[in-house]
């Protein structure tokens, strides 16, 4: 599953696309794939594609944020929870850094 987030990420430009491994660190997924883009319209393009190729795949999402305003979504399928970041609330909530005992894989295409 975060091969595919990864993928459907890329395929609309989504910038350092890295898979946080959360398994023992967080009880409610295993992992995270966070993601940068440049706008609020990216986002929201970023996140329709992940959605997308996740229904084709027939994973629908548990839960999903921050959709409207675009700043930072995030989509929960429950063993995986994507996070789509505009790149200044990514520097601002630093996951990577809040949970940094986590194991981080950059995605490369």
């Not at 660190?25 to 996740?54: G, K």
């Not at 063993?79 to 520097?91: K, L, P, S, T």
């Not at 630093?94 to 295409?109: F, K, S």
Request: proline share 1%; glycine share 6%.
């Amino acid at each position: 599953m975060t091969e595919a987030i990864c993928k459907a990420a890329s395929d609309k430009k989504a910038r350092d696309i890295v898979v946080m491994d959360m398994q023992g660190l967080m009880s409610s997924t295993d992992y995270f794939v966070i993601c940068s883009a440049n706008t609020a319209t990216q986002v929201r393009a970023i996140a329709d594609n992940i959605e997308e190729a996740m229904d084709e795949a027939g994973i629908a999402f548990n839960h999903k944020e921050g959709y409207r305003e675009g700043e930072w979504v995030l989509l929960d399928y429950g063993d995986v929870v994507a996070h789509i970041f505009m790149q200044e609330a990514r520097e601002y909530y630093a996951l990577e850094r809040l949970w940094g005992d986590a194991e981080l894989t950059p995605y490369e295409d």
